[in-house]
């Protein structure tokens, strides 16, 4: 639950992080955003309107009719052969007179047109003034109307501009509406939008490409609420600042016809009807060319795009909040991957696919509904969520690692302690139900061997004892449970898992006979006793895992395959055998052991019997032995209790067998095989 919570804060800072970057627009990062979702331009198909044309002085006009400026009487013979046009935008501005007769030529070219708009230019701190008369004829262009349907909302909150550079008077007079042009770049000084409008002296103004679409399909524009505003039929959705997204067309797209065909008849009159047209200037040095995530055009193809945009209604929608929804999904999924992925490739695989499928789902929601969903902050609160929660993932594994290694590292081998640090959660709080193999070993008489040593010898003894059995237990994978005074009690396949762990159980054992050989004769040597020692090996299905508190517990074992362990060792005495293990042990070895049956005995509360075993060392005494005792037992079994005393008084006689010593008092007290003997601790 704790470490839960540090993932939740670790990645609710993330969250706030990110939102905030991407609220507030801070840079680089927002400049990094608009560059990385250019991609969508390049990624979809779409057809540019059929009934939009930008009519360009371009080189070979330049060419043909020297440096622009030109006269303005060229540029009044060209205009007149534009009138069948719907409408006819004038991306350019005449703010300076020339020769009278030719500025009133060109207006009067303007004013033969069927629908005209005339560009004129907003800026801050000019010094030019105007006259009420011009003032008032630019008001016939205002949107009043919208503008009272705006006041006192908040959004759009459109831009201002407290100067204004006019066409010339007669060129004002002669136009149908004059439209802004200006417009202005994103923080990496590319543009990608279009301005709906402008103030200027606290009125709005339609920007160029808005007039003409208001004459076009004579039609006002409405507000539709705080976000959307409305001509005719089609939705404009604008930002904060009345901006519109711009949805660019491949440079091909864009139809353009050279000023010159016009004025040398190569382009028909008819040929513009029912179109809009962009007067506007593509030469480089005598337009305005501007840098878009298509590269840099002439700055009338701005105007183009939005028109296109809207007559194919293919206005890009921004959905900032379909943006936030994605931003708090990719600062989970690195929380949901770590909660079921414990490998950091599949981790991150997992991540990764999780946000290339979202890139897939919005690119396409984008070519087909024209929906603009940011997935640059989405990417880096995913990139940002992953480093925080992989970094606090590798400290609190090392945190585990550590706490296992310290409290583990004295009880398993490294093999399986290394197991158990990859799978820590096989030491949560708790229990669970799983077959394991206990030993439990003791030695023999140690209440006289402590009675005739000081402490100071009896430690030091027992630490020359336990350090060898307990390397017997680790070097076959079993856990070392705990001392219990001289005892010690073992168990495996748990808390890993330990293929044939019967098998494994039972060579621990032989290995401490083995061990406890060679310490005997070191004792021997200083004069010292002897140690004998019983062990006692159980199969059973019982409770393993923690037990204790959240502050304080032990890894353990407990259930009735613990005490019968316990019983089975004790009963080493009564037969004189160093190992005895369970038939449910027997049942579960797969090497080839050397063993003999003894008989069954019933534990205190058990109703069945449990058979025992004698688990032998494979040396050539042992199989000698083992011959004899199995043809004595079986007549034993078969109840020819004269004929099993001599057998078992021959076995005594060559080899002292404690287990021959037994059935001899058993026939004594003519004891027949199979009658149920309870021994309890």
């Known amino acids: 639950m704790r470490e839960k919570f540090y993932y939740f804060f670790v990645i609710l800072l993330v969250l706030l992080l990110t939102l905030f970057l991407y609220s507030n627009k801070v840079e680089p990062f927002e400049s990094f955003s ?158 990608r939008s279009y301005p709906v409008a402008f103030y200027f002296q606290n009125i709005l103004y339609p920007s160029l490409a808005l007039q003409g679409l208001r004459l076009k399909h004579n039609s006002d524009i409405k507000r539709v609420d705080g976000t959307h505003l409305a001509i005719a039929d089609h939705i404009i959705k604008v930002d904060e600042k009345g901006f519109v997204k711009l949805n660019f067309y491949t440079p091909p797209q864009y139809k353009i016809i ?169 030491l949560s709080l708790g229990g669970e139900q799983k077959e394991i193999s206990i030993l439990f070993s003791d030695i023999r008489g140690f209440t006289s061997i402590s009675e005739s040593m000081d402490p100071v010898s009896l430690v030091r003894l027992l630490n020359r004892y336990f350090t060898p059995m307990t390397n017997a237990v680790l070097k076959h994978g079993g856990m070392l449970d705990k001392y219990i005074g001289d005892a010690v009690m073992a168990f495996f396949n748990a808390p890993v898992d330990i293929k044939n762990h019967a098998d494994a159980a039972c060579h621990s054992a032989l290995e401490m006979l083995a061990e406890l050989e060679i310490l005997n004769k070191k004792l021997k040597e200083e004069g010292k006793k002897i140690l004998c020692i019983g062990i006692g090996i159980s199969t059973a299905e019982v409770i393993v895992g923690n037990m204790g508190s959240d502050i304080r517990f032990n890894y353990t074992v407990i259930g009735d395959g613990v005490n019968l362990t316990s019983r089975v060792e004790e009963m080493t005495k009564r037969y004189g055998v160093p190992i005895l293990i369970t038939e449910h042990t027997l ?51 078969d109840s020819d209790l004269l004929q099993a005393k001599v057998l078992f008084e021959d076995i005594v006689r060559k080899y002292d067998d404690g287990v021959s010593k037994y059935f001899l008092v058993a026939i004594e007290e003519n004891r027949q095989w199979g009658v149920k003997r309870m021994f309890t601790k």
């Open 34 to 191: 608009l560059r990385f979702n250019d991609s969508n331009f390049a990624l979809q198909e779409k057809k540019i309107a059929e009934n939009v044309v930008l009519v360009a002085i371009d080189e070979q006009s330049i060419n043909s009719y020297g440096r622009w400026p030109w006269s303005r009487d060229i540029l009044a013979k060209g205009i007149e052969k534009l009138a069948e046009a719907d409408a006819v935008l004038l991306d350019m501005i005449f703010s300076e007179p020339t020769e009278k007769s030719k500025d009133q030529r060109l207006a009067q070219s303007i004013d033969s047109l069927q629908n005209s708009v005339c560009g004129f230019f907003l800026r801050n701190g000019a010094t030019q003034s105007h006259s009420q008369y011009e003032l008032d004829i630019l008001n016939d262009s205002a949107l009043d109307y919208l503008q009272s349907q705006i006041s006192g909302n908040k959004n759009p909150h459109f831009l201002g501009a407290d100067s204004a550079e006019l066409n010339i008077l007669p060129i004002l007079e002669s136009c149908t509406l004059s439209g802004s042009f200006s417009t202005s770049s994103e923080s990496d000084n590319l543009f």
């Open 258 to 426: 050279s000023f010159l065909d016009i004025m040398q008849g190569k382009i028909k009159r008819e040929y513009f009807k029912d179109k809009i047209v962009i007067l506007g200037i593509t030469e480089l040095g005598a337009g305005d060319i501007v840098s878009t995530p298509i590269g840099n055009i002439p700055g009338a193809f701005l105007h183009y795009t939005f028109i296109s945009n809207f007559l194919q209604n293919q206005l890009i929608v921004e959905m900032p909040y379909a943006t936030i929804g994605l931003i708090i999904l990719m600062a989970f999924v690195p929380f949901l991957s770590i909660i079921f992925f414990r490998s950091i490739v599949t981790r991150m695989f997992f991540n990764l696919s999780v946000y290339f499928i979202v890139y897939i789902i919005v690119h396409y929601l984008f070519r087909i509904y024209m929906f603009y969903i940011d997935l640059f902050y989405p990417l880096i609160t995913l990139l940002t969520s992953i480093a925080a929660v992989e970094v606090l993932a590798f400290t609190l594994e090392e945190k585990k690692a550590r706490f296992i290694k310290e409290a583990f590292s004295s009880y398993l081998s490294n093999d399986l302690l290394q197991q158990l640090i990859r799978h820590p959660k096989k």
């Open 587 to 637: 049942e579960m070895l797969t090497d080839d052991f050397l063993y003999r049956e003894i008989e069954p005995v019933q534990v205190k509360g058990k109703q069945n019997a449990v058979l025992l075993y004698h688990l032998m060392l494979k040396i050539q005494s042992s199989y000698a032995l083992k011959v004899l005792y199995d043809q004595a037992l079986k007549v034993y079994k």
